[in-house]
Every structure is written in C-alpha cells, then in structure tokens.
C-alpha cells in the first residue's frame, strides 16, 4: 500500500497544482480583460467629445462670418441708399415759401358797395351784409338771421380763422381760397368775403334764416 502511494501520490499533487494554476490564470486573463474593456470604453468616449466639439466650434465660427457677411451688406446698401437719394435731391428744385404759403388768388378785387339808408342801423362789416342782401335776392327780414348766423362764425372778422379745420373769413369758408371767386382781395375785404358767404347760403339754404335753423341744429352750416 505504501508502495503504491509513493507511486501515485507525486502524481495527484502535481495534478492538484497544474489545475489550480490554471483557475488562477483564467482569474487573472478575465480580471485583465475587465481592467482593459472601461479603459477602451473610456477611450471611445473622450473621441467622442473631442469630436463634438470639433463640430460646435465649427459652426459657430461659420455662424459668426454670415454674420458679418449680412452686416456687411446691410451697410453697403444703406450706402447706395443714401448716395441716389442724395443724387435725387439735387434734381428736385426747391419749392419757392413765398408760393405755397397760401392758395393764389384768382378774378379781380370785390365791387365797391353802396350802403342803402335802410341798413344804417347796423355798422362796420354788418352793414356792408346788410347793403349786399339784395344783391343776391334776400330782402332786409333776412339781416337779423345772418348777423346771428356770422356773430357765431366768425364775429363778423375778415381774418378769423378755424386753427383746426382752416376755415377762414367771415362766413367761414372751407377751403379758404374758395373766397377768391369774389376777389384776389378775399383775405382781408369784408366785401369780397360776403359776397361769397351770401352765394353760398342761396345755393345750399335758399336764405340767410335757412340757414341759421340748419346751424342752430347742427353747429355748423
């Protein structure tokens, strides 16, 4: 018995050694096989980032020279701009102030008035309205109606002038240089000014009381 397990004995321990040399080289194939896979991995990742951010940076610098590629058009054409609106501006003539100051006046000045007896109750520009009732038709019962007619207009001023609408005158005509039907002088004569007021009153009222009832309703006439 001894015999035979000095035989076999040197056997089994090498057996014994050989396999738990083996495990213990697996053990250290997988332990290196696992230190080598988060490296690799880490690797790939870094290429990654690096990578991306290659792909930023280039974007951003091509985002920045359209930019600046707009900005520069932008401003040559504000240039070209400025340059024909300049060259235009020396083929247009200047307008004269003194022309387009105010309407041109159009017929000659207003007739002269002859004041009849019966109008010398009233004075300064309601007589010359009174006098010039029966040049248009319009007896004397009329003159009461149009001086409260015009008291409320104008108060009966040859320059009385509506800031917000550019009425003007005595009657108050809209625009103003409709007065010069009656005379170049319709800024400033009384005359000229009631001539046209009358006229007016004839073709849209029929008479200076027509036209009182119409303002008294809506302010204006």
Known sequence: MIRLWNRVGPFRVLAVLLLVGAVAGGAAVALNDSDDRPAAASNNT???DAEQRKQLAEMAAQHAEAERAARSDAQRKADEAAVAAAE????????SPSKSASPKPSGSPGKPVNVPADCNGYSGNKQIGCALLSEFGFGLDQMPCLEKLWDKESGWRTT???KSSG???IPQALPASKLAKYGSDWRTNAATQIRWGLDYIRGRYKTPCGAWAYFQSHNNY
Do not use: H, I
């Open 46 to 48: 870094d290429a990654a």
């Open 88 to 95: 235009q501006a020396k083929k247009v003539p200047s307008a």
């Open 160 to 162: 009385a002038e509506n």
């Open 167 to 169: 009425a003007y005158g």
